[in-house]
């Protein structure tokens, strides 16, 4: 019997992503591309999964509703990476306070360390590796990034190798019994 695979989608555009800060509490929609895009991934993410779930947040929910997963289950775990202070705030703009800074290699004032988004990260892969099919995850940039690093049994900070975009799909799977990544930030269909 092959082993199950995990399809992750990113969320959608929404107002901060597409002007780089920090999003993880806010509760932001999608915009008017953002919603367009997450339509355009159904016809990709049109078949049976025996697990669905998304993040609470409002921009990871709207995008499962609108690429035909409006029944995912929401899993407080898949919250995006809490930035405490940085929230709404540009990387560029904590750089001119903190040179060199990144999520994955700095703490963030107020925020989730690392060690507190591994934690909850491996609870979700628990639930994934527990499933009995293909599941499905709608998340965020930071925590999707983070989950795979699990996922391939690395640290939570080697998330930082793993570029993905909004409203792109990636595919963890196997090759035999070693985790793997089979796909990684494919675009919605035009």
């Given amino acids: ?62 995008t499962a509703e609108l690429a035909g997963h409006g029944d995912a289950e929401a899993d ?20 001119q306070q903190v040179p060199g800074w990144t999520v994955w290699t700095h703490p963030s004032p107020g925020g989730e360390s690392a060690t507190e988004v591994s934690e909850r990260l491996d609870r979700v892969l628990t639930r994934l590796r527990g499933s009995d099919g293909d599941a499905l995850v709608f998340g965020h940039g930071h925590a999707l990034r983070a989950l795979t690093a699990r996922w391939l049994g690395l640290p939570v900070t080697d998330g930082r190798l793993f570029r993905l975009d909004t409203a792109t799909l990636s595919v963890l799977g196997y090759e035999r019994e070693t985790p793997v990544v089979l796909r990684w930030n494919t675009p919605a269909r035009p």
Avoid at 11 to 33: A, F, K, M, Y
Avoid at 52 to 59: D, G, H, I, N, W
Wanted: proline letters at 6%; glycine letters at 4%.
């Fill in 1 to 62: 019997m092959p082993h199950p695979e995990v399809w992750l989608v990113r969320h959608g555009e929404t107002e901060w992503s597409r002007d780089h800060r920090h999003t993880s509490t806010t509760d932001l929609p999608l915009t008017e591309d953002g919603a367009d895009v997450a339509r355009r991934l159904r016809p990709s993410l049109d078949r049976d999964f025996a697990l669905v779930l998304t993040s609470p947040r409002r921009r990871a929910r709207e």
């Fill in 76 to 95: 407080d775990d898949l919250a995006e990476w809490a930035y405490g202070d940085y929230e709404g705030v540009t990387s560029d703009e904590i750089r």
